[in-house]
């Protein structure tokens, strides 16, 4: 049995956080929580997660600042990154753009798209 796969979810509503968390650790995942937008990072770092569910407005650095590291890094730029926004209608499109997310979904979100959106970007592991 291969183990399971791991996702990031970084933002900074804990009712969001909750949420995501429960549905993804019924839907088989392991889950890895940040609040805070100096902690992804080291925590991508840290946990190697397939696969990073990121808010943009988060405290201290924004998701688009973030989501420019990890796709900087050798070691990280492989791991799809879906970003979260509450409006991408307060960002000038050129911004909206230049991020290098894999995949985006604007606030408030139905789940089942996002789990969607996670399984598209994971896809099941062949059996060896």
Known sequence: MSPKRRILIADDDPDILAMLSLRLLKAGYDVVKAAEGSLVLALVRETKPDLVILDYFLPNVKGDEICLQIKADSALRAIPVIL???STAALPPETVHAIPTDDRLTKPFDISIL????????PAESAG
């Open 84 to 86: 979260l926004s509450a």
């Open 115 to 122: 789990l969607e959106k996670i399984r598209l970007l994971l």
